[in-house]
C-alpha cells in the first residue's frame, strides 16, 4: 500500500513547489520520524537540544538571548572553561609553602583543622603533613609562582589571573563539580553555560550556543562525568551542552541516511515547516514553532559540524605549539584547538573536561601525567587567543571542583602517598575577557588549609563571570515553581571587582 507520505517525499524531491497543505497525511508522529522519513528519531531528539524557544521575552532569530541583556556593557562575548574534574593539588602546582618542610611528618594542629569536616578515606588516620613535591620558581614580570610541572603556563603568566582564595562547601566530587557549575550541590539546576545560553544566546546560526568538549584519555578514567554538568536544569532543554564526541561521528545521527540526496532532506524540512505552521495557527503553540527552527539548526549542523571539526586546514605550526598529542582526536590538546575554532565562529560557551585529578595515591607520577596533558596545550591556547585578536573578547577559566589537602593520605613519606579532597582553599586561574592579567589575588594560611585574604566563593566567581559578560546576577533569574531562581543562588554573592581590569 502506498502511503501519503511517500508522495510527500516525491513531491519535495521533484518540485520546487512547497507540499499542498491540504494533502492528507494519515500516519502518526512516531512513524513519521522513523519509518515514514528514513530519518532517526535520535536526530530529531539532538535538535531539541538546540533549538531555541520563542516567546515574549526573547529577541529576533537575529540577535538571539533575552531582549534585556546585556545589562551594561561586556567585557568578554565568549567563555572557554577549561574544567579539570577531579581536584588538581594547589600544593603541587600553585601555591608555594615552602614553610612546610619544617611540619613534614607532624600532626596537623587543631588550631588549623578547627574540626572541619574529612572524608571516610582519610577521617580514621592521623592528619600528618606532607609537604609539596614539587619545586616552585617565579615567572614573568608578575613574578608569579608556579610549579616545575607547569612550565610552559610559566610562559603565559603574565596574562594570567591567579585567584588562590577559591573556596567550596562541598567535600565530595559530584556535589562539588555540580555546585561549581551550576551553583547547587543538587542535580536539577542549570549549568553556567545553560544560564549564559538562555541570556545571550549565540552569534553563530549555524552551531548552537554552548558546547562540550571531554577528554579521550589514553588509559581509562574510573571518574565518572555526568550529564547534569553541562545541563539546563529546569531551563529548556536547548539550552544544555551539547557534547560534541571525541569519535568520527562528533554528533550521533546527524549525517542524512546513505544514498538521501541533500536536496531531498532540505524538500522534506520545508514540508514539515508547513505541517508545522498549519497545526501552529490551529492551536498557537509557540513549542511547534520552537520546534521547525530546531529542524533548521540540525540542518545546518550538518554542514557546520565536519567543517569544524576537521582540523586538516590547521597548519603544522599550529600543531606545533599545540603539541604532538593535539594530533590524537579527543585529546585535550585537540580540544582546546576546536575551543579556538569556536570561538572564532562565534559560539558563546565553551567547556573542555578533563578528568583523572582525583590523586588519592601515586601523587608524583599521576599529577605529572595530568600536567602533560593539559599544560603545553593551555599556554597554547592563550597564545594563540591572544595573536589572534580573540583573548581580549574572550573569557579563559582553568580549575576543578576543589583542591587537595595537606596531609598525606596513606604513608605520608611514600611515593605511594597522595593527598584527600580539600574544599577550604584551592586555586584556579582566569584570562582574557576584561580580567587584570599578571594579577595574584587571595592568600592561604602557612599550611594551604584555609584562606588567610580575600575568598572568594563558587557563587562569587558565577557572580564575576556574569558580571564580565554584561549580566548584573541578582537581575538575572528565571521563575519556576513559583520562585525566582539564579545562578549564584539565594545567599550573598560578590563580583570580585578587583580582578576585573
Not at 502506498?2 to 512547497?18: F, G, K, T, Y
Not at 536544569?233 to 545521527?253: C, E, H, I, M, T
Request: glycine fraction near 10%; hydrophobic fraction near 35%.
Amino acid at each position: 500500500m502506498r502511503l501519503p507520505i511517500q508522495d510527500l517525499i516525491e513531491q519535495c524531491a521533484d518540485s520546487s513547489e512547497p507540499p499542498s497543505p491540504r494533502r492528507s497525511i494519515s500516519v502518526t508522529r512516531r512513524y513519521f520520524l522513523g519509518r515514514g522519513t528514513g530519518v532517526s528519531i535520535g536526530a530529531m531528539a539532538l535538535s531539541s537540544l538546540i533549538g531555541r524557544a520563542l516567546g515574549g521575552s526573547l529577541s529576533s532569530p537575529s540577535s538571539p538571548g533575552l531582549r534585556d541583556l546585556p545589562h551594561g556593557r561586556p567585557k568578554a562575548k565568549s567563555v572557554i572553561f577549561l574544567t579539570q574534574s577531579g581536584g588538581p593539588s594547589q600544593l603541587e602546582l600553585f601555591d608555594h609553602k615552602p614553610g612546610l618542610a619544617e611540619w613534614a611528618g607532624k600532626e596537623l594542629p587543631d588550631s588549623v583543622r578547627q574540626g572541619q569536616r574529612l572524608t571516610t578515606m582519610t577521617s580514621n588516620q592521623k592528619q600528618l603533613i606532607k609537604p609539596g613535591v614539587t619545586r616552585f620558581s617565579r615567572h614573568g614580570k608578575s613574578g608569579a609562582t608556579l610549579s616545575e610541572w607547569l612550565p610552559c603556563m610559566g610562559e603565559v603568566a603574565d596574562e594570567l589571573c591567579f585567584i588562590k582564595s577559591m573556596r567550596t562547601d562541598q567535600i565530595n566530587h559530584a556535589p562539588a563539580m555540580t555546585q561549581f557549575l551550576t551553583g547547587h550541590q543538587l542535580p536539577g539546576r542549570p549549568s553556567m553555560g545553560a544560564w549564559i545560553s538562555y541570556g545571550l544566546g549565540s552569534v553563530n546560526r549555524n552551531l548552537p550556543d554552548y558546547l562540550v568538549l571531554l577528554s579521550k584519555l589514553q588509559r581509562p578514567s574510573d571518574q565518572p562525568l555526568y550529564d547534569h554538568y553541562w545541563g539546563s536544569g529546569f531551563l529548556p532543554s536547548q539550552y544544555q551542552g551539547v557534547k560534541l564526541r571525541n569519535a568520527a561521528d562528533p554528533v550521533l545521527y546527524l549525517r542524512d541516511p546513505n544514498g538521501l540526496p541533500r536536496s531531498i532532506r532540505r524538500g522534506m524540512l520545508d514540508g514539515l515547516a508547513e505541517l508545522n505552521q498549519m497545526r501552529f495557527q490551529k492551536t498557537g503553540d509557540p513549542e511547534i514553532t520552537t520546534r521547525i527552527r530546531q529542524y533548521e539548526m540540525a540542518y545546518r549542523m550538518q554542514m557546520s559540524v565536519p567543517e569544524l571539526t576537521d582540523l586538516r586546514n590547521e597548519p603544522e605550526e599550529v600543531f606545533n605549539l599545540y603539541g604532538l598529542d593535539s594530533r590524537r582526536p579527543g585529546s585535550y590538546a585537540a580540544n582546546c584547538i576546536l575551543a579556538r575554532r569556536l570561538v572564532e565562529r562565534g559560539v558563546r560557551f565553551v567547556q573542555l573536561f578533563h578528568p583523572d585529578w582525583d590523586h588519592h595515591s601515586r601523587l608524583p607520577s599521576w599529577c605529572t601525567a595530568r600536567c602533560r596533558d593539559t599544560d603545553q596545550p593551555s599556554a597554547a591556547l592563550i597564545k594563540d587567543l591572544k595573536r589572534r585578536g580573540l583573548l581580549e573578547d574572550t573569557l579563559v577559566l582553568w580549575g576543578g571542583e576543589f583542591g587537595r589537602g595537606v596531609a598525606g593520605q596513606g604513608q605520608w613519606d611514600s611515593p605511594e602517598a597522595g593527598r584527600d579532597h580539600h574544599p577550604r582553599c584551592f586555586t584556579m586561574w582566569m584570562a582574557g575577557g576584561g580580567v587584570k592579567p599578571g594579577l595574584t589575588y587571595g592568600a592561604t594560611d602557612e599550611f594551604s588549609y584555609n584562606v588567610a585574604e580575600n575568598p572568594v566563593h563558587v557563587h562569587d566567581l558565577h557572580a564575576t563571570v556574569l558580571h564580565l559578560l554584561g549580566i548584573e546576577h541578582e537581575r538575572f533569574t528565571h521563575r519556576f515553581q513559583g520562585l525566582e531562581f539564579r545562578l549564584t543562588g539565594v545567599e550573598p554573592a560578590r563580583v570580585v571587582t578587583e580582578i576585573v581590569g
